[in-house]
């Protein structure tokens, strides 16, 4: 197997800015029948501040900001047992369920604190954090913090947002919290995935008043605390993220399967590969083109958007940034040209059949002859 290389987006590895329109706006909008597209170039708007701001968060901040982190874990989830499993919880861990057709939504909490400290070590009488480091090191932390007009105290909300394509994303939770709940996930689970193949998205986020909502450098930054449909909004383009990483992985796989194929036919014009293995991967190949593109939960937009309309714009935003439209038509330019050659390796292998079916029609021919010929002879022998 080859090694898992993530998600295939830009963003992650190239700073990109992303705004997302906030819900009132959008009524706002929406009331003004001026007829031009006022709103779809929001998502295109590079603000100076916002920008200017999102540059002081790095690497180096992620620790001390809250969690957002997407598994795929599973094919699908068994969502009727989920939701009475977070029925089950309401008073253990304050569990209030809903379901938003193929997502289940709940608070989550396991008892800890409401709100998140951003810079997280205390100060040593000697000039040393709580965890190890420099003081200079958690001032300049301070100090960005502080730069980008956040509050040292930032609201939170640990919520689980489960998806039936076998997907889950976590808001708030710290990382063993995290391993924690997806143990009491597994037992809804329908074909799980290994452990090496599960796939994961980690982002942060933090609360601002000061600018637009926007998505920067894998930080999401939110306006609405309290509006956990916002949340909903940006959770789904981040499970359809996540699942495509997985049919990424899988074409990647078939990818390293198959590439010294050509190389072998045009070196020794013979195929290595056994028939049942070439049937096998062809198979394998026409699943994943279902669950690329007859998924609709997992490429389209959800129902959801069709029910709660101002969300959509937010929606589409997340995906933009997470790049899924780009990087779906890649995966169905990758998977036809795989698809091209397993087609040929197919011919191949039954035209070498239909070969050995000709061999062997021939040598019955030709023992059928041999036998008339040996009759003859004994016949002439016996009138003799």
Known sequence: MSSRIGPQRSTKTAAKLRLLP??????DFRRQDTGREVYSQLPHIEGSTARKDAE????????????VTAYCTCDTFRVDLLFKFFQSRRSSHKTRPKQFDECIYSPYSYGSEETVDLLGDDIEPDGKSAGGGSTTTHDTIHNDIFE????????LFREVFCFSYGVVVLWGFTIEEEHRFLRELSRFEIEKLKMDDIEVEEFNYYVTNLYQPRIFN????LRD????MIRLSISHAIAQSVKISLFEELVNETIDATKDTPQMIAESGRIKLKREEIMMAVGQLFILRININLQGSVLDSPELMWTEPQLEPIYTAARSYLEINQRVALLNQRVEVIGDL????????THTHDESLEWIVVILMALLVLIAIFSILVDLRFFK
């Open 148 to 155: 980008t007009g956040l509050d040292r105290n930032q609201p």
């Open 56 to 67: 002081y968060l790095g690497k180096r901040h992620r620790d001390h900001l809250p969690r």
């Open 225 to 228: 605390a309290s509006n956990y």
């Open 342 to 349: 397993l087609s040929m390796l197919k011919e191949q292998i």
């Open 218 to 221: 894998d930080f999401i930054a």
């Open 22 to 27: 906030s819900t009132e706006e959008f009524a």
